[in-house]
């Protein structure tokens, strides 16, 4: 290109009026923010979830059960109970029998659990247990045997232990979920058969009315037109009956509410053994 040509382009307005636009267009581009692109786990960004609960599909979880896990705090190994196995639970050369691990030993080897990239250490069922159930010759290290849902089991640790291993958990940025069981507890009814009888389902013995007549309490479910239940018809246990009477004495609850609770009355199938 010669000079000649060079000069009539710079002299031409088109040419002269893109080349500012694109001047113009650098300038702005240079002086913008840098924004991070949003992501689920920063909470400031417009992509922020509403509600507390967060999906937890990207969490690597470490699955652990405190009683095999690691003896950090031998001190707590029978649970205040004593040192009779059938009392305490506590006999390490049984499977089926709490072994020692507790919170202590978890708070120890968090270095290790977080060493594994672990984001969520998942506990299984914690809260205190009936140490030992002798009809199924085994004790409650599994967790599913509460009987205070707002206590540590002893043999685990306290509820203190418990705060240290969550605090010091969140302030390296790893959550603590608990494994709760809320649909049954230990065996603690008893029943005027007996202390413990073998599970009788729904299916076998349906629910009855006072006149007899069979009934699935499901289909009263959010309705207040529950029917009219008898001692001696209505349940298979009297006894379940007698204590849901005394603690729902309206039968003009929901449905769900009474037969929720004479449901869980009714003895269970024996636990997993070991």
């Not at 247990?129 to 306290?158: C, M, R």
């Not at 389902?201 to 479910?221: H, I, L, M, N, Q």
Request: some cysteine; proline content about 7%.
């Amino acid at each position: 290109m010669n000079t000649r040509t060079r000069r009539q382009r710079l002299n031409n307005p088109l040419t002269t009026w893109l080349g500012l636009l694109a001047a113009a267009l650098v300038a702005s581009i240079s002086v913008l923010p840098a924004h991070a692109a949003p992501g689920p786990k920063d909470p400031g960004s417009s992509s922020a979830h509403h509600s507390l609960r967060a999906p937890v599909t990207d969490e690597n979880f470490y699955f652990v059960m405190a009683d095999r896990f690691s003896n950090g705090d031998t001190s707590n190994d029978y649970g205040g109970l004593g040192s009779d196995p059938i009392v305490s639970g506590f006999n390490p050369t049984k499977k089926g029998f709490y072994n020692g691990g507790d919170l202590a030993g978890l708070l120890d080897k968090i270095d290790y659990i977080q060493g594994l990239g672990t984001t969520s250490i998942w506990l299984t069922p914690s809260f205190k247990n009936k140490a030992v159930q002798p009809e199924d010759n085994s004790a409650g290290y599994h967790g599913y045997w509460i009987t205070d849902f707002t206590q540590i089991d002893p043999h685990l640790g306290t509820n203190d232990e418990l705060k240290a291993l969550i605090d010091e958990a969140h302030s390296r940025g790893i959550k603590v979920y608990f494994d709760i069981i809320t649909n049954h507890t230990a065996d603690v009814i008893g029943y005027e058969e007996g202390a413990r009888k073998t599970y009788v389902s729904k299916d076998a013995e349906p629910y009855k009315t006072a006149a007899g007549v069979a009934f699935d309490d499901r289909d009263f479910a959010g309705s207040k037109d529950f029917p009219e239940l008898d001692a001696k018809t209505s349940l298979h246990f009297a006894s379940a009956y007698a204590l849901i009477r005394r603690r729902f004495p309206s039968r003009h609850r929901s449905g769900p509410g009474l037969c929720e609770v004479a449901h869980q009355r009714r003895p269970r199938p024996p636990e997993r053994r070991g």
